[in-house]
Structure formats: structure tokens, C-alpha cells
């Protein structure tokens, strides 16, 4: 029983980390190619990276969605599907 819980928050982090993940990577990447883009031109203005990352990142969101929307519907199901053996 508590190894079923316990293994059930590793499968949650572990989602939880790959849904996460390509946001993150993307806002990573276009952060680091402004922030060249920056250094090499000198320019330091606030909005300049900013405004990309955020787009970039509404972008991955809106290609990634039906991939993140499957992983979370398989993941509930098979949480409520092991409810049964929670119960004595």
C-alpha cells in the first residue's frame, strides 16, 4: 500500500517535470539567444527579452497542448482506476 502511494508521487513529479518541460526549455533557449543578441549589440532594454520569451512560450503551449492534454487524461485514469485498491 505505501509503496503504491509512494511509486503514484514519483509518476506525479515525473509528470509533472516532462508537461513542464519543453515551456521551460523554450523560454531557456530564447533567453539565452537575446541574451547574445544583447551582448553582441549592447542594447539592454527590459522588454526585448521579455516579450519574446513570453510569445515563444504561448507558442510551445499552444502546439504542446494536445500532447499535455493526453498525458494528464491517461495519468487521472489511471489514478481513479487505482482508487479501488486504496479502499479496504
Same mark, same amino acid.
Do not use: C, D, Y
Given at each position: 500500500?505505501?509503496?503504491?502511494?509512494?511509486?503514484? #508521487?514519483? /509518476?506525479?513529479?515525473?509528470?509533472?517535470?516532462?508537461? +513542464?518541460?519543453?515551456?521551460?526549455? +523554450? #523560454?531557456?533557449?530564447? #533567453?539565452?539567444?537575446?541574451?547574445? &543578441? /544583447?551582448?553582441?549589440? /549592447?542594447?539592454?532594454?527590459?522588454?526585448?527579452? &521579455?516579450?519574446?520569451?513570453?510569445?515563444?512560450?504561448?507558442?510551445?503551449?499552444?502546439? +504542446?497542448?494536445?500532447?499535455?492534454?493526453?498525458?494528464?487524461?491517461?495519468?487521472?485514469?489511471?489514478? &481513479?482506476?487505482?482508487?479501488?485498491?486504496?479502499?479496504?
Amino acid at each position: 500500500m505505501e509503496s503504491t502511494l509512494i511509486g503514484l #508521487g514519483v /509518476q506525479t513529479f515525473k509528470i509533472a517535470l516532462s508537461l +513542464a518541460l519543453p515551456m521551460l526549455m +523554450a #523560454g531557456l533557449l530564447a #533567453g539565452l539567444a537575446i541574451s547574445i &543578441f /544583447q551582448a553582441t549589440t /549592447q542594447i539592454n532594454e527590459m522588454t526585448l527579452s &521579455f516579450v519574446p520569451k513570453i510569445l515563444l512560450v504561448v507558442t510551445v503551449i499552444i502546439f +504542446a497542448m494536445p500532447w499535455m492534454m493526453n498525458m494528464m487524461i491517461e495519468f487521472t485514469t489511471r489514478v &481513479f482506476n487505482m482508487i479501488p485498491t486504496f479502499v479496504h
